[in-house]
């Protein structure tokens, strides 16, 4: 099959090829996907996870990439929930090849049904925002209806899902972003809207959550904004600031069918969106269950139709939307992955 490689960390996004692999074989409890829509972070060129296994041994050639939406073409011994021929959609495992190749194993646990009305463009988008999203909400941060959240980012990937998601739970958002971002960030279903560069941000007053996407001197910040008994979640790394009387977390964003499943609701013009046009419809009862502690990454991905031709001369198009980048049939043109010169244009 081909699939897209890297070997050289130093090299970064530079160093991704296009080759030939053996296409994987389904252990047990996986499932075999033809990919037809694929997301990559271009931050996995840092992760540990990209190089080595969880032994810390090299693992190179790898394969990037960890969103997908596509069909089951095999199930593994012991595979249950699935079926071949099921479109489906979800997040790799970190430590195994990922999703930019013609096929991916997979365990099962890991991917939802797509329902048949979300195009697979928008079930490859999904899965690391709309998670990052639902579990900084609502298992870190224990979001409730009336409360209020300051969602950084507003008009991006993850903050996209952050504003929607929490006005779905009955939230109150107030969205931050640059001034160019305002309205975007208004359409996702912020209340308000802090421009970072000419608003006073002390000027929010308290707020019960801060879902953080930027870190530094706006975390800080942000942090004495928090009422008590509030929350600061990130997603940048370890927070460099707390609550003077409630909770920081930063965690890694895990895999979770039933909230993969929550995340596409439907793909039609009337619902909400994200980057890809999407948004849940219903939202499941937010769990009750202690912060962890963890890295977190930030969230980007491009996404590729499996019947866009793999040549440099014949890209998908692609246009830039709230921090995704996805493969449409928009007029913009612009270069993306080029497999003559294996060159990443962001």
């Keep these: 099959m081909k699939a897209i490689v890297v070997t050289d960390q130093a090299a970064g996004t530079a160093g991704m090829k296009l080759a030939e692999r053996p296409e994987p074989p389904a252990a047990i409890n996986d499932v075999i996907v033809q990919i037809h829509a694929s997301g990559f972070v271009p931050t996995e060129m840092a992760w540990p996870s990209t190089w080595t296994d969880r032994r810390d041994r090299d693992r190179t050639p790898s394969i990037p990439g960890h969103e997908l939406a596509g069909v089951v073409t095999a199930l593994g011994y012991g595979t249950t929930g699935l079926s071949v021929g099921q479109r489906v959609f979800g997040l790799a495992d970190w430590h195994r090849d990922g999703t930019l190749a013609e096929y991916v194993a997979i365990e099962a646990r890991n991917l939802a049904p797509l329902p048949g009305d979300v195009d697979f463009t928008v079930g490859a988008s999904l899965p690391i925002s709309g998670l990052t999203a639902w579990q900084g909400l609502f298992q870190h941060g224990r979001l409730q209806a009336g409360q209020s959240v300051l969602a950084h980012g507003a008009a991006g990937a993850v903050g996209s899902m952050v504003t929607q ?12 972003g640059r001034a160019a971002d305002r309205q975007k960030a208004l359409d996702f279903g912020a209340q308000e809207f802090v421009d970072l560069d000419s608003d006073a941000l002390d000027d929010v007053g308290g707020v019960d959550l801060v879902f953080d996407v930027i870190g530094g001197d706006i975390q800080k910040r942000s942090a004495g904004l928090i009422r008590a008994g509030g929350t600061l979640v990130s997603i940048v790394g370890p927070t460099e600031a707390r609550p003077a009387d409630g909770l920081a977390v930063d965690f890694v964003v895990e895999s979770d069918r039933a909230q993969v499943r929550s995340s596409s609701g439907c793909g039609t013009d009337d619902c909400g969106r994200t980057s890809a046009r999407s948004r849940p419809s219903t939202m499941p009862s937010p769990p009750s269950t ?50 003559e010169d294996q060159r990443h244009t962001p």
């Design 290 to 339: 202690r912060p962890s502690d963890a890295r977190g990454r930030r969230s980007s991905a491009f996404v590729r139709e499996r019947h866009a031709p793999i040549d440099a001369r014949s890209r998908p198009a692609l246009s830039r939307s709230a921090g995704c980048f996805l493969s449409t049939a928009a007029t913009e043109r612009q270069p993306w992955l080029s497999f």
């Design 165 to 176: 998601l929490a006005r779905e739970a009955g939230g109150y958002v107030i969205g931050t």
